[in-house]
């Protein structure tokens, strides 16, 4: 499987924004999407965000219309761009590459801070 490789987290203010990129290398046999998921202190690791090979792409309704992703191909680097950012989004945001959107069988990044304050 991919190994990605997440960078771009930081503190910002509450309405700010920062954009977060997973590095990794090109698509696989087994790699069919990039996913993106949080984990604040205390709670459940959620989804955020996932894009497939085809383009298509699929957000937490927590996020929608307020995170965008988009890819670089030549790159092999896929962004999320969060804007309007909340308190609430504070977490370690990782990078997982694997078969499906949201799924989490994948391999993992090492993580990206992200805190935002009020």
């Known amino acids: 499987q991919v190994q990605p490789v997440e960078s771009g987290g930081g503190l910002v203010q509450a309405g700010g924004s920062l954009r977060l990129s997973c590095a990794a290398s090109?698509?696989?046999?087994?790699?069919?999407?990039i996913n993106w998921f949080r984990q604040a202190p205390g709670k459940e690791r959620e989804f955020v965000a996932g894009?497939?090979?085809?383009?298509?792409?699929t957000y937490a309704d927590s996020v929608k219309g307020r995170f965008t992703l988009s890819r670089d191909n030549a790159k092999n680097t896929v962004y999320l761009q969060m804007n309007n950012l909340k308190p609430e989004d504070t977490a370690v945001y990782y990078c997982?590459?694997?078969?499906?959107?949201?799924?989490?069988?994948?391999?993992w990044g090492q993580g990206t801070q992200v805190t935002v304050s009020s």
């Open positions: 997982n590459a694997g078969l499906r959107v949201a799924g989490t069988g994948g391999s």
């Open positions: 894009i497939r090979w085809s383009g298509d792409r």
């Open positions: 090109g698509r696989t046999s087994s790699t069919y999407a």
